[in-house]
């Protein structure tokens, strides 16, 4: 059974400072990896989807990068800002199965 | 131009009382998902559809019935509610051909609340 893991469970960074956040999986037979972000009281928001095949995507400030073999994914974010504050989750999607499982969030708060 | 939309953004019912949340999604997806999020905003699938069809089915009260009257539609019906079931339901669509890693795209949520 996959179970999707993330730590810290929250986070706070000064304004401007780069940060990792980190996500760990227990099956690495998994198909994509997707990188989500949540803002209190909306909905999730995709932010960067990895195949299994890839090491790492890009778009803007954010890289996630996926080791498959060690069952571990990261998503860094460059130059933080206030606006980057948000529940960041990650959820895998195995071979054969269309649902994704996510992992418990990192709540992120960017201090001004 | 809302990707996948639900309604009713929030919800408040008495226990026992029978209800409904829709959805629709306007990205031509074949697939379509019902996650729920607890009180400890842990997100896990609930149902999802291929073509109207049922392909997932997790361990969900037989309480909770799907429906997918077509490939843009997937509502969601909760019979005699109880407070366990007060949570964020979610609706989600992708592409669902396993030759494919296309991502899943979320709605607003609908907050149910049973009192």
């Known amino acids: 059974k996959q179970e999707v893991t993330q730590i810290p469970a929250a986070l706070s960074v000064p304004e401007g400072e780069n940060l990792v956040l980190n996500c760990s999986f227990t099956?690495?037979?998994?198909?994509?990896l997707q990188w989500f972000r949540q803002d209190p009281g909306k909905g999730l928001t995709s932010l960067l989807l990895?195949?299994?095949?890839?090491r790492e995507q890009t778009s803007g400030r954010l890289n996630a990068s996926l080791d498959k073999s060690s069952g571990r994914s990261t998503l860094y974010i460059a130059a933080s800002q206030p606006g980057d504050s948000a529940t960041y989750l990650c959820?895998?999607?195995?071979?054969?199965?269309?649902?994704?499982?996510f992992g418990t969030g990192t709540r992120l708060t960017i201090i001004p | 131009d809302t990707a996948v939309s639900q309604t009713p953004k929030y919800l408040v019912t008495q226990m026992g009382n029978d209800k409904s949340i829709k959805c629709e999604q306007n990205?031509?997806?074949?697939?379509m998902y019902w996650y729920k999020q607890d009180s400890k905003k842990f997100l896990k699938i609930m149902f999802s559809?291929?073509?109207?069809?049922?392909?997932i089915n997790e361990t969900v009260p037989n309480r909770f019935s799907p429906k997918s009257p077509d490939k843009a539609h997937l509502n969601l019906h909760i019979n005699s509610l109880e407070l366990g079931d007060s949570a964020v339901y979610f609706c989600?669509?992708?592409?669902?051909?396993?030759?494919?890693?296309?991502?899943?795209?979320f709605g607003p949520g609908t907050r149910l609340t049973v009192t």
């Open positions: 989600a669509s992708s592409w669902g051909d396993s030759g494919r890693a296309y991502e899943q795209y």
């Open positions: 959820a895998v999607r195995v071979y054969g199965n269309e649902k994704l499982t």
């Open positions: 559809y291929n073509n109207k069809e049922l392909i």
């Open positions: 990205l031509g997806h074949d697939t």
């Open positions: 099956d690495s037979a998994i198909y994509n």
């Open positions: 990895i195949q299994s095949s890839q």
